[in-house]
T-cell receptor
Framework: GDSVTQMEGPVTLSEEAFLTINCTYT??????LFWYVQYPGEGLQLLLK?????DKGSNKGFEATYRKETTSFHLEKGSVQVSDSAVYFC???????????FGKGTTLSVSS | DAGVIQSPRHEVTEMGQEVTLRCKPI?????LFWYRQTMMRGLELLIY????????DSGMPEDRFSAKMPNASFSTLKIQPSEPRDSAVYFC??????????FGSGTRLTVV
């Protein structure tokens, strides 16, 4: 079945450092790909998405490019802030209205 | 828009008791999802509905769990009888066909 694999955390960075969180997937066809963020005590919020190969999703300085050839959707940010500390989830779905399949999440901790 | 509303936010109950979690999706959304989040297993899909009809309940752990969606604006997840291993955060999410998945703030369930 479909699955999402994320790099193990936690990831600990200093403010203004470059961030990469790796995400690869296993799925048939061309799923849509997502990154969600979860702040402590809150639900998941959509960070960005890409619905076809070579699409780049971006939001709040975060970017991820849908790479079909490597089945990857790595999350990047050029300069992290303390406020970016959260858990980040990579997810996929094949069709709008069907369930999202999530990776296990990567905890990011940014210190000043 | 008030977003996806879940109640209660926190629930502490004794083993063997019945627990009912509630969800009000965003008006106009036609899909509703129940997820469970634990440290060990991450985010697991329990069940989802399209147009109030259950589509996939393969993630429901066992017969102690049941979910209903009597109308487009309300869903319940019931656990009877509850067990300590059911302790988790339960999330409800709703979506429309444009991949707009929105999550509630979750219900933190503790079974003692």
């Amino acid at each position: 079945g479909d699955s999402v694999t994320q790099m193990e955390g936690p990831v600990t960075l200093s403010e203004e450092a470059f961030l990469t969180i790796n995400c690869t997937y296993t799925a048939t066809g061309y799923p849509s790909l997502f990154w969600y963020v979860q702040y402590p005590g809150e639900g998941l919020q959509l960070l960005l998405k890409a619905t076809k190969a070579d699409d780049k999703g971006s939001n709040k300085g975060f970017e991820a490019t849908y790479r079909k050839e490597t089945t990857s959707f790595h999350l990047e940010k050029g300069s992290v802030q303390v406020s970016d500390s959260a858990v980040y989830f990579c997810a996929l779905t094949h069709q709008a209205g069907t369930a999202l399949i999530f990776g296990k999440g990567t905890t990011l901790s940014v210190s000043s | 828009d008030a977003g996806v509303i879940q109640s209660p936010r926190h629930e502490v109950t004794e083993m063997g008791q019945e627990v009912t979690l509630r969800c009000k999706p965003i008006s106009g959304h036609n899909s509703l999802f129940w997820y469970r989040q634990t440290m060990m297993r991450g985010l697991e899909l329990l069940i989802y509905f399209n147009n109030n009809v259950p589509i996939d309940d393969s993630g429901m752990p066992e017969d102690r769990f049941s979910a209903k969606m009597p109308n487009a604006s309300f869903s319940t997840l019931k656990i009877q009888p509850s067990e300590p291993r059911d302790s988790a955060v339960y999330f409800c999410a709703s979506s429309l066909a444009n991949y707009g998945y929105t999550f509630g703030s979750g219900t933190r369930l503790t079974v003692v």
